[in-house]
């Protein structure tokens, strides 16, 4: 005589777990359908993404120093490389972000150690803006014209490129990109 009072509690019960269930479910199931829509809380960046993705170490990419040497894109301590690439006829909006990404790594405070300066091309005409430069950038040469993908060509201009410290790629910057983003890539990077 009990049996359907037993069958009308046994679906309440089903139902209250499924709610219950549902519930638990519910914030996995939206994060799931935002991440496959693309979007990623605060993991935007302010450079751009380099796809397919590049290891200049694995690619044997070889950029000569003044001294003769070649870039190691293996340091012997896990350091970025911060890349410069200037377009043509480098001058004084290339030097200015050169000045600002210089400014960037001292920013860095006690981290601007993990950050090594490379500037790849003809430096400027000014002399005294490359006694400047001399200060904080290694100067080099591309030999192979491997980079010249990424360098601007309009002149007067200056493009970059966040390099991991075992060569990987990690963002491009455009010519005319924001030095103070920049900075903040560099700081979500740097630890």
Same mark, same amino acid.
């Given at each position: 005589?009990?049996?359907?009072?037993?069958?009308?509690?046994? @679906? @309440?019960?089903?139902?209250?777990?499924?709610? *219950? !269930?549902?519930?638990?479910?519910?914030?996995?199931?939206?994060?799931? !359908?935002?991440?496959?829509?693309?979007?990623?809380? #605060?993991?935007?960046?302010? $450079?751009?993404? =380099? %796809?397919?993705? @590049?290891?200049?170490?694995?690619e044997? %990419? !070889?950029?000569?120093?003044?001294? #003769?040497?070649?870039?190691?894109?293996?340091?012997?301590?896990?350091?970025?490389t911060?890349?410069?690439?200037?377009?043509?006829?480098?001058? @004084?909006?290339?030097?200015?972000?050169? +000045?600002?990404?210089?400014?960037?790594? =001292?920013?860095?405070?006690?981290?601007?150690?993990?950050?090594? %300066?490379?500037?790849v091309?003809?430096?400027?005409?000014?002399? $005294?803006?490359?006694?400047?430069?001399?200060?904080?950038? +290694?100067? $080099?040469?591309?030999?192979?014209?491997? %980079?010249?993908?990424?360098?601007?060509?309009?002149?007067?201009?200056?493009?970059?490129?966040?390099?991991?410290?075992?060569? +990987?790629?990690?963002?491009?910057?455009p010519?005319?990109?924001? *030095?103070?983003?920049?900075?903040?890539?560099?700081?979500? *990077?740097?630890?």
């Amino acid at each position: 005589m009990n049996r359907p009072d037993d069958a009308l509690a046994l @679906r @309440r019960s089903r139902r209250k777990l499924l709610l *219950v !269930a549902s519930i638990f479910a519910a914030p996995f199931v939206l994060a799931m !359908a935002l991440s496959l829509a693309g979007w990623h809380p #605060g993991a935007k960046g302010h $450079g751009l993404p =380099v %796809l397919p993705q @590049r290891n200049f170490q694995h690619e044997q %990419l !070889a950029v000569t120093l003044d001294d #003769g040497t070649r870039w190691a894109w293996r340091d012997r301590t896990p350091r970025l490389t911060l890349l410069a690439l200037p377009g043509p006829d480098c001058a @004084r909006r290339c030097f200015a972000a050169l +000045t600002g990404m210089a400014k960037a790594r =001292v920013m860095l405070n006690n981290r601007q150690d993990r950050l090594r %300066l490379l500037y790849v091309g003809a430096p400027p005409a000014d002399a $005294g803006a490359l006694a400047a430069m001399r200060n904080y950038w +290694t100067l $080099g040469r591309d030999p192979q014209h491997a %980079l010249d993908a990424w360098r601007p060509a309009a002149p007067d201009s200056m493009a970059a490129l966040l390099v991991e410290s075992d060569g +990987t790629v990690l963002a491009r910057y455009p010519a005319g990109f924001d *030095v103070s983003g920049l900075l903040q890539d560099m700081r979500k *990077v740097i630890r």
